[in-house]
T-cell receptor
Framework: QQQVRQSPQSLTVWEGETTILNCSYEDSTFDYFPWYRQFPGKSPALLIAISLVSNKKEDGRFTIFFNKREKKLSLHITDSQPGDSATYFCAASGSSGSWQLIFGSGTQLTVMP | DAGVTQTPRHEVAEKGQTIILKCEPVSGHNDLFWYRQTKIQGLELLSYFRSKSLMEDGGAFKDRFKAEMLNSSFSTLKIQPTEPKDSAVYLC????????????FGPGTRLTVL
C-alpha cells in the first residue's frame, strides 16, 4: 500500500529547462512534506520542505507547489543543471504517525548538458 | 560536528549468517531510524526509536530483523539469518524529535548476501 506516490519514475531534461516532479498522498493526517535529494552513491539529504499551512515554498531554483484539496505536490526546478542529476524523494509525515517519514519511490532525474 | 556514522560500510555474508550493523546518531538527536534501500522497493522503514524506545518495528521485517538502541548514542541492527534477498543498502538516520526536523542520514552499509 503506497501512501506517497511519485511520478514520473525517471525523467531526462536538457540543461536550462524547468523540471517538474510530481507527488501525491492519501493520508489526510499528513501535514509535513519534505523533499530529499540523493546523488548517486550518496545518502539522501533534505532539499526543501513544506507544511500544510503553505501553498508554495521557494528556495533558489527549487519551488514546491501544494494543492491541498487534491493532495498533490510538485517540485519545480528552474534552469536545470547537470549537477541537479539525482534521485528526488517526496516524503510525508504527520503527528498521527509519530512523525515518521513515509517516502515515495523516487524520481530519477538526469539533466543533459 | 559529527554526522551519523555507520559501520561497516560494506558487508558480505553467506546465506544463513548473522550480521550486525552499527549506527551512531548525531549527538543530541533523540529519534533514530533504520531504513533499507533497494532499487525496486525504494526506502523502507525497518525500525524507529524515540529516546531509545521502539516506536515502530517495521511490520514485515519483524521476524529476522532486530534493531536495538542500548544507549542514546549507539544502535545496532541484527539480521538473523541472512538471505540473499536481504542484499541492499541499510541506512541509519537521526533527527530531533520535533516532527518538522530534518532526518540526517548516515553513509549506509552495503550488504551483499551470497
Amino acid at each position: 500500500q503506497q501512501q506517497v506516490r511519485q511520478s514520473p519514475q525517471s525523467l531526462t531534461v536538457w540543461e536550462g529547462e524547468t523540471t517538474i516532479l510530481n507527488c501525491s498522498y492519501e493520508d489526510s493526517t499528513f501535514d509535513y512534506f519534505p523533499w530529499y535529494r540523493q546523488f548517486p552513491g550518496k545518502s539522501p539529504a533534505l532539499l526543501i520542505a513544506i507544511s500544510l499551512v503553505s501553498n508554495k515554498k521557494e528556495d533558489g531554483r527549487f519551488t514546491i507547489f501544494f494543492n491541498k484539496r487534491e493532495k498533490k505536490l510538485s517540485l519545480h526546478i528552474t534552469d536545470s543543471q547537470p549537477g541537479d542529476s539525482a534521485t528526488y524523494f517526496c516524503a510525508a509525515s504527520g503527528s498521527s504517525g509519530s512523525w515518521q517519514l513515509i517516502f515515495g519511490s523516487g524520481t530519477q532525474l538526469t539533466v543533459m548538458p | 560536528d559529527a554526522g551519523v556514522t555507520q559501520t561497516p560500510r560494506h558487508e558480505v555474508a553467506e546465506k544463513g549468517q548473522t550480521i550486525i550493523l552499527k549506527c551512531e546518531p548525531v549527538s543530541g538527536h533523540n529519534d533514530l531510524f533504520w531504513y533499507r534501500q533497494t532499487k525496486i522497493q525504494g526506502l523502507e522503514l525497518l525500525s524507529y526509536f524515540r529516546s531509545k524506545s521502539l516506536m515502530e518495528d517495521g511490520g514485515a521485517f519483524k521476524d529476522r530483523f532486530k534493531a536495538e538502541m542500548l544507549n542514546s548514542s549507539f544502535s545496532t541492527l541484527k539480521i538473523q539469518p541472512t538471505e540473499p534477498k536481504d542484499s541492499a543498502v541499510y541506512l541509519c538516520a537521526s533527527s530531533l524529535p520535533r516532527g518538522l526536523d530534518e532526518q540526517y542520514f548516515g553513509p549506509g552499509t552495503r550488504l551483499t548476501v551470497l
